[in-house]
């Protein structure tokens, strides 16, 4: 199967940055698709950011500008750099990965376990 690992999370204050780090292992032929969603406490979970295999990315209106997702294909990794931090930034922070498992084979969700990330002063 695959395993998603989330890192770099913590407690940062408003302005500050924080730079998230998600590695994917198991038996993956393929990512089409990284990306990263946050859940702030009584909300839904809701997108922040996605970047293609072909690295074209995708951003929420609210952290454009601030934040920037990248990718590392040689080592199934996606980055989240968060710049300008806000309180409303304030959230647990997952990874998604739109996996292959094998030529030709459908295409699978996968879910890291998520890393709080606190903007406060």
């Known amino acids: 199967q695959v395993q998603l690992v989330e890192s770099g999370g913590g407690l940062v204050q408003p302005g500050g940055s924080l730079r998230l780090s998600c590695v994917a292992s198991?038996?993956?032929?393929?990512?089409?698709?990284m990306g990263w969603y946050r859940q702030a406490p009584g909300k839904e979970r809701q997108l922040v950011a996605t970047?293609?295999?072909?690295?074209?990315?995708n951003y929420a209106d609210s952290v454009n500008g601030r934040f920037t997702i990248s990718r590392d294909n040689a080592k199934n990794t996606a980055y989240l750099q968060m710049n300008s931090l806000k309180a409303e930034d304030t959230a647990v922070y997952y990874c998604?990965?739109?996996?292959?498992?094998?030529?030709?084979?459908?295409?699978?969700?996968?879910w890291g376990q998520g890393t709080q990330v606190t903007v406060s002063s």
């Open positions: 998604k990965a739109i996996v292959r498992l094998r030529t030709g084979a459908p295409l699978y969700n996968y």
């Open positions: 198991g038996s993956i032929f393929s990512i089409d698709v």
């Open positions: 970047i293609i295999n072909g690295g074209t990315t």
